[in-house]
């Protein structure tokens, strides 16, 4: 009984182009990498409209180029403390090192008189050797980060006391006058002040520091865990001490810019830039956090510190007010900042499941054919391999009639006829096989869970076709990777159309798909030729089993939590699908072809009054799966399945069901064979047998895809 | 009462520690009875148990059962009295009183009596108490009474002459009641999984099963345990609109809702964590249906317990009683009368 139905008489499956759901934006925002640094950036807009909202011009080009010219020297020492702090240490005497080498720069520069590139290299060798002897006491010799800094503070800060007193008037009557040692120091390029471009460079050179080179990598290894590290092979202490010598190069250049600028030091040069350098870090990182290289985010919170210090004292506070009123907001920002992030995950888990109302067609065309009205024929069925599988979701027979089934553990097995009692492995693919097609060279091409479309010849060699797709219009989330790609099936033309059920749930957590109900599928479909992956349909419920009709020109898609079965015309695919078959009984599954022109459907569970009223209570199904533990969520019935035999205009002829309590109670797929009909379930460890009535006894899957050649 | 939202309930007993499931329902030794339902010891006479409408004794556990006595309605209730006499309480509500023998204790029956009787007991001063749950014969009491709102049961006491008392009334779904050690009656509250005085004051709750009847034993009490408390159902307790819709377009056979039968059909539903797997049911899955007696102290604090878990078959326990040191059950689920054997009190 061929299929004599129009395409176009069938009714239209309205597909969305877009889900568009604010919960689940905010779902997909929270999942996002960047989203850690929201409060720090959060707490920025706020500030700086705080003070555009009240002082005017602050924002002007003029002031934004002052700001800037003074950003640099506080901007390089929070980076400083940022490479000491990722790796696990502190450094209380950026200050001091900081006077130090200005100190030193006006040293060379006035009384020394040397070149200006030398004097550039006497100050990072000045802050450098302040970071070395750090280095050394902390890192090397192990005497604890704060101890030792605290120790260098103290001492660098008396050296520079000692000596700024005994040079300071000589130094402040050279007249001794430098192009290239003014051009540092007041000049622009390109519009910015040059000490600012060497904060920016700094910057971009800490940033692919931490993101791309080993050292950076060994830093935050380091600062991360500092045993897992040392076990991993890294040298932890040389790692600390380079980490320590840099963050004093940095300083030494941030007291070269600043001697530039200044061309004087004063006795409280450098005075409280240690904790003004903390407090933006803290900011900017929410809390004192080792491991973690976030340059923008430390980046931010210097700003906020600065702009707020800025505008406070440009408004004309007191000093010791400005210093009042930036510790309480700071406080608010750090408080906020640490409940976010220890919430953000709880957050995200309580906003991540976003149900929908779904209303499904009650169950039709299944008069005298329910489990209660008719004897239940699986009873008949023979079981194959008890015990020695798990889990085969799709079985499928090559001509000679050896069967083929994928395994949980992640292997593709082989049994042989006449028994089907042996099994062997044909090859390990690493993730879970589930839906399986012979391509016409006798190749095995398989959907695997996880893993995308895959392709087995039958000396057990796997090869990727592919597990990407186009990215969705809209979407928040990058959802190219195919992430459970379930069944497929093979056109005349040889593209491989095969189905990513849902976007949103791995394999071990599908059935929170159906407690969503949203369209969260796709059909997708790839070339073999052009090795080309195409998105044919977004936004199905839950496709599912995959059937190139009798006549190769349309495809029928199972779209399981919908209960019914779609159709696609090959020949204008992105016309969109419509409806074969609805009202099933059942969640459908697989769907294969019959030898006598029709369909069998595997229905992996069973739909019942109580579960299809739940699916129209959507905030329902959300409280639930935040109040009761997900053993006890309502669920659809997966303990009873079956079979349903179609004829080819999608009309239910036939349903093979089992005995409520039998073996055969789950079906996920099946497949016809000279005559009998092959069944498997994705949590059975069997394969049913059942041998066909009226069926044409020389059919075979592959003859009928591929002809007798 | 600014914070008077913020005060709960102490959390429900978990299937944990001396409630820790085992298989002590599932080995015990059992007596296939048709349509089992109460079971009561009688001094000198021995164990007598209901089967439909007809009631039967057993001198020994290995003796065959004999007809004791057989009624006109199928038998709800059987509670022993003083000086052998035996009270039996019928489906629609009738109640009998007979004698050692079965023959009628010469007792008139009462004006106005219960709707159904779901127990019984003799009060210290002769006369019988008898509980009604609310819900008569035809009332599927498992699938209703956990949307009901009505406090429908009510405590009867019914003397000699056949003169009636309400002792209590307003009780939600009571299904069992014994005294005390000072002689003041206790009754179960299916539904709210709560042992309760006549007042309605409770006396414990928070058991981790909607229990049947209630039995007193020298060291305190047998609860018999008809279903497991689930915290799907007790959640949907909220979900006011779902029930009313629930209520109104579906049949009660296919409710959530504690079930007699851990049978399978395609149309009930189920729970996530209830999913067979390869054909077999796990012991530990959720399950709407589920055998349990519970054994306390005075106090009404568990001590141990006896399970039928998700994959056993002698479910939804009505009755259980101490018999020649052993504990007796009955399976409503089954169809059996069960020995479990000694009293499992762990000090």
């Not at chain 2, 959390?11 to 499931?21: D, F, H, R």
Request: include cysteine; aromatic fraction near 8%; glycine fraction near 12%.
């Amino acid at each position: 009984m061929p299929g004599s139905f129009t395409f176009s008489s069938l009714p239209k499956q309205p597909v969305p182009l877009v889900v568009v759901s604010p919960r689940r934006i905010l779902a997909d925002l929270l999942s996002k990498g960047w989203v850690e640094n929201a409060i720090p950036f959060i707490a920025f807009v706020l500030v700086a409209g705080g003070i555009m909202l009240t002082t005017r011009d602050y924002f002007g080009a003029t002031n934004l180029l002052n700001l800037a010219q003074y950003a640099t020297d506080g901007g390089l020492l929070v980076l400083a403390l940022l490479i000491v702090v990722a790796v696990g240490g502190i450094d209380l005497s950026v200050g001091s090192n900081f006077a130090m080498s200005a100190f030193v720069a006006l040293y060379c520069f006035h009384i020394l008189g040397l070149p200006t590139p030398v004097i550039l290299a006497a100050s990072l060798a000045a802050g450098g050797l302040t970071g070395a002897v750090n280095g050394v006491l902390a890192g090397l010799i192990g005497c604890g980060a704060l101890l030792a800094t605290l120790g260098t503070m103290i001492t660098v800060r008396g050296l520079y006391t000692l000596a700024s007193q005994a040079r300071l008037v000589e130094i402040s009557t050279s007249a001794r006058v430098d192009d290239l040692w003014d051009w540092i120091g007041f000049e622009r390029w390109l519009g910015l002040p040059v000490g600012f471009w060497a904060l920016l460079i700094v910057a971009a050179c800490v940033f692919v520091m931490f993101r791309q080179s080993r050292f950076g990598w060994h830093i935050l290894a380091v600062g991360g865990n500092r045993k897992a590290a040392r076990h991993g092979g890294i040298q932890v202490k040389l790692t600390i001490f380079l980490a320590y010598l840099l963050g004093g190069l940095v300083v030494g250049l941030a007291g070269f810019l600043y001697a530039a600028r200044q061309n004087s030091v004063g006795s409280d040069t450098g005075v409280g830039m240690e904790f003004f350098a903390l407090t933006a870090l803290v900011v900017g990182l929410g809390g004192f956090v080792p491991g973690r290289g976030a340059v923008l985010s430390v980046l931010v919170g210097f700003a906020t510190v600065y702009l707020f210090n800025n505008a406070m004292i440009n408004a004309g506070y007191r000093g010791d007010f400005v210093q009042l009123s930036m510790g309480a907001i700071l406080i608010v920002i750090l408080a906020a900042d640490v409940k976010f992030r220890k919430n953000r995950h709880r957050l995200l888990a309580s906003t991540y499941l976003d149900p929908v109302r779904v209303d499904i067609d009650g169950v039709k065309g299944m008069d005298g054919l329910m489990p209660h009205e008719i004897r239940p024929k699986l009873r008949e069925a023979e079981i194959l391999a008890p015990g020695k599988l798990d889990g085969p979701e799709d079985v499928i027979l090559d001509a000679d009639g050896n069967l083929y089934c994928g395994n949980r553990d992640g292997r593709l097995l082989r049994l042989r006829p006449p028994d089907y009692s042996r099994v062997e492995v044909v090859a390990k693919i690493g993730g879970r096989p589930l839906g399986l097609a012979f391509d016409p060279e006798g190749r095995i091409v398989t959907c695997v869970a996880g893993m995308g479309l895959l392709r087995v010849t039958m000396d057990g060699a796997v090869e990727l076709l592919t597990d990407q797709t186009g990215r969705s219009l809209l979407s928040v989330q990058d959802d190219t990777t195919i992430r459970m790609a379930d069944d497929l099936d093979i056109a005349p033309d040889g593209t491989i159309y095969f189905t990513d059920a849902t976007k949103r749930y791995d394999i071990e957590n599908w059935g929170l798909d159906l407690l969503e109900g949203r369209p969260n599928g796709r059909l997708l479909s790839y070339d073999p030729r052009t090795r080309k992956t195409r998105t044919v349909c977004d936004n199905l419920v839950f496709p599912n089993g995959v059937c190139v009709t009798h006549d190769g020109k349309f495809l029928l898609v199972a779209s399981t939590w919908s209960c019914s079965i779609l159709i696609f015309d090959l020949a204008n695919a992105a016309a969109g699908p419509r409806v074969f078959l609805s009202g099933l009984p059942g969640y459908p599954d697989n769907i294969n072809r019959a030898s006598d022109g029709g369909y069998w459907v595997a229905l992996a569970g069973m739909r019942n009054p109580i579960i299809d009223q739940s699916m129209k209570y959507p905030a329902l199904r959300r409280r639930m799966t935040r109040r009761v533990p997900p053993t006890n969520w309502l669920f659809g019935n997966l303990n009873i399945g079956g079979v349903l035999k179609l004829d080819g205009d999608g009309r239910i002829a036939d349903a093979l069901w089992d005995a409520p309590g039998g073996p055969l109670y789950m079906i996920t797929s099946m497949r016809e064979h000279e005559g009998s009909l092959f069944m498997g379930g994705v949590t059975n460890n069997k394969i049913g047998r059942l041998r066909l009535e009226n069926a044409d006894n020389g059919w075979t899957g592959p003859k009928s895809y591929w002809g007798e050649g | 009462m600014l914070f008077a939202t913020r005060r709960s309930d102490p959390p429900a007993m978990t299937l944990e520690g001396v409630l820790g499931p085992n298989t002590r329902l599932d080995d015990a030794a059992g007596i296939a009875v048709d349509a089992p339902n109460a079971v009561c010891v009688i001094e000198g006479l021995g164990l007598l148990f209901s089967s439909g409408s007809a009631v039967l004794a057993i001198e020994a556990w290995d003796a065959r059962p004999t007809p004791w006595a057989v009624f006109d309605d199928t038998v709800t209730a059987i509670g022993g009295g003083p000086d052998g006499l035996v009270a039996v309480g019928l489906a629609g509500g009738g109640l009998a009183v007979c004698d050692r023998n079965g023959a009628a204790a010469g007792w008139t029956a009462p004006a106005a009596g219960p709707a159904a009787i779901a127990d019984l007991a003799f009060l210290p001063d002769g006369a019988v108490a008898a509980v009604d749950s609310g819900y008569g014969p035809g009332d599927d009491m498992f699938a209703r009474a956990p949307w009901d709102d009505r406090a429908r049961g009510s405590v009867t006491s019914v003397r000699r002459d056949g003169a009636t008392r309400q002792l209590a009334s307003g009780l939600h779904c009571p299904t069992g009641i014994a005294l005390d050690g000072s002689g003041a009656p206790l009754v179960t509250l299916f539904e709210r999984a709560a042992v309760a005085e006549l007042s309605g004051q409770l006396r414990q709750s928070g058991y981790p099963a909607y229990p049947g009847r209630i039995r007193r034993t020298d060291t305190g009490y047998l609860i018999a345990c008809l279903a497991r408390r689930d915290p799907l159902i007790e959640f949907l307790k909220t979900e006011r609109d779902f029930v009313a819709e629930m209520k109104q377009s579906i049949e009660p056979r296919y409710w959530i809702s504690p079930r007699m039968h851990p049978e399978f059909s395609h149309d009930f539903p189920i729970e996530a964590g209830a999913t067979r797997l390869f054909g077999e049911i796990k012991p530990w899955a959720p399950s709407f249906s589920y055998g349990l007696v519970i054994e306390t102290d005075e106090r009404l604090v568990p001590t141990a317990s006896a399970h039928s878990r998700a994959n056993g078959l002698r479910h939804a326990i009505s009755d259980a009683v101490c018999w020649n040191g052993d504990i007796i059950a009955v399976s409503r689920a089954s169809g059996e009368v069960l020995r479990i054997g000694a009293g499992g009190t762990v000090q």
